[in-house]
C-alpha cells in the first residue's frame, strides 16, 4: 500500500478519510444521538450533520489533535462504506458462484436460488471483521502529522447542514 500512498491524492484522501473519520467519532461522544455521515476527497471532507459550524470545526481540531497524538483507532468507523460494500461484494460474489457452478450457466432452478440465498447469509456475517482491517490498511491513513485544517464553511438545508471542510499537506 506504501506505493500507491505515494500519489498524492490517494495518499490525501486517506488522511482526510482518517480525520472524517475521528471527527464523527468525536461527534458522537459529544452529542449522543446526532445522525451524521461524510464523505472524503483529497481536498477534504463533506459532513453532514444537523450542528452547528462552531461546533463541527472544535470536533475536527480535537480529532486532528488526538489523530497526531497517537490514537489511531479513531480513524476506523464501525458506519464506514468500506463495511458495507467489502461484505456485499464477497455475498454477492458467493451468491454467484454457487449459482454459476449449480446452473452451469443456465437459468437457475428454484431450489438453487434458495441454496444460493442460505450461503449468502453466513458469507456477509463473516466477512464483517474484514471492511475495519481494509479502512486499517487501505482506506484510511491515520499518520496525519502534515495535514493542516484550512477552512471550516457550512451550508444551511432543510435537514441540517452541510459542512466541508478543507485541508492542506
Not at 436460488?113 to 474484514?130: A, G, R
Not at 495535514?147 to 447542514?161: A, I, P
Request: aromatic content about 6%; charged content about 20%; hydrophobic content about 40%.
Amino acid at each position: 500500500m506504501s506505493n500507491l500512498t505515494k500519489i498524492p491524492f490517494i495518499g490525501a484522501t486517506r488522511r482526510n478519510h482518517a480525520l472524517e473519520h475521528a471527527t464523527l467519532k468525536v461527534l458522537a461522544e459529544r452529542y449522543k444521538g446526532i445522525k451524521m455521515m461524510g464523505h472524503s476527497n483529497p481536498g477534504g471532507f463533506l459532513l453532514f450533520a444537523d450542528l452547528p459550524t462552531e461546533l463541527v470545526t472544535e470536533a475536527i481540531l480535537e480529532a486532528r489533535k488526538r489523530l497526531q497524538a497517537g490514537e489511531s483507532d479513531l480513524a476506523i468507523h464501525p458506519g464506514c462504506g468500506t463495511n458495507v460494500a467489502s461484505s456485499s461484494f464477497l455475498a454477492g460474489s458467493a451468491s454467484f458462484i454457487v449459482l454459476f457452478a449449480l446452473s452451469r450457466g443456465k437459468t437457475p432452478k428454484w431450489w438453487q436460488v434458495l441454496l444460493s440465498t442460505i450461503v449468502v447469509v453466513p458469507v456477509y456475517i463473516l466477512s464483517k471483521p474484514i471492511g475495519p482491517h481494509l479502512q486499517k490498511t487501505i482506506t484510511t491513513d491515520a499518520e496525519i502529522d502534515d495535514l493542516e485544517v484550512k477552512l471550516v464553511t457550512s451550508q444551511k438545508t432543510r435537514n441540517g447542514f452541510i459542512h466541508q471542510i478543507s485541508t492542506r499537506t
